[in-house]
């Protein structure tokens, strides 16, 4: 896996020679690298086809919750991370080679939160929790969608992992459809409770 700073050669290269890119996320880690991206796109003629790895809209799971979600009302979206602790020392926390991992990892989950809106996000608000030396990977933000949806995401490495890793829930119409891992969903309306455990789809790129 190539280390994050390594993504900007990757994609202007697959600009230059036209090819088409699957990379991993993010797609860049600075804005500054984001407004070059930006600039050569505009002096391109013909782009090649460049998709980011943003593989868990993909899952049979989230198909699923797709089907119980009523797009004629706005929702809620809590979306709950677990992510853990890393070494220190890791790459991950350079700001050259990783940014941190708000830029490293919740690109996914932003992904995932407008996946399932359908909705566009026009505004963000965000707290980080204490010193500066865990702000950026113990957070909760709130994000205001175009159709009335309110959805946020809670980040944190602070918690046990002996918890779920990964929580999505949607509450709408008087109604909690909640996704676990991408292992169980469970759907909560009065007094019913409704379990379906689906496939997880693995994808693995060498």
């Known amino acids: 896996m190539e280390r994050h700073s390594d993504h900007l050669e990757t994609i202007k290269k697959s600009i230059l020679?036209?090819?088409?890119?699957?990379?991993?996320?993010?797609?860049?880690?600075?804005?500054?690298?984001?407004?070059?991206?930006?600039?050569?796109?505009?002096?391109?003629?013909?782009?090649?086809?460049?998709?980011?790895?943003?593989?868990?809209?993909?899952?049979?799971?989230?198909?699923?919750?797709?089907?119980?979600?009523?797009?004629?009302s706005p929702m809620m979206i809590n979306v709950s991370i677990n992510a853990g602790k890393i070494d220190k020392d890791h790459w991950l926390y350079s700001k050259e080679?990783?940014?941190?991992?708000?830029?490293?990892?919740?690109?996914?989950?932003?992904?995932?939160?407008?996946?399932?809106?359908?909705?566009?996000?026009?505004?963000?608000?965000?707290?980080?929790?204490?010193?500066?030396?865990?702000?950026?990977?113990?957070?909760?933000?709130?994000f205001s969608h175009d159709d009335g949806s309110v959805s946020s995401l809670m980040y944190f490495s602070e918690g046990s992992r002996s918890a779920p890793r990964e929580i999505f829930e949607v509450i709408q119409n008087g109604k909690l459809i909640r996704v676990v891992d991408f292992k169980l969903i469970e759907s909560f309306e009065k007094n019913l409770i409704e379990k379906n455990i689906a496939t997880t789809l693995v994808f693995k790129i060498k």
């Not at 013909?46 to 790895?53: F, H, N």
């Not at 992904?111 to 359908?118: G, Q």
């Not at 204490?130 to 909760?140: H, I, Q």
């Open 17 to 72: 020679s036209k090819k088409n890119l699957l990379i991993e996320k993010p797609l860049c880690t600075s804005r500054k690298e984001l407004d070059e991206i930006k600039k050569l796109i505009n002096e391109i003629n013909q782009l090649p086809l460049i998709l980011v790895g943003h593989n868990r809209r993909y899952s049979q799971i989230i198909k699923e919750l797709i089907k119980k979600i009523d797009y004629q």
């Open 97 to 142: 080679e990783g940014g941190n991992r708000i830029i490293s990892e919740c690109s996914h989950f932003i992904d995932m939160i407008k996946f399932i809106s359908k909705s566009k996000i026009n505004k963000i608000s965000a707290n980080g929790l204490g010193s500066s030396e865990v702000k950026f990977e113990n957070f909760s933000s709130t």
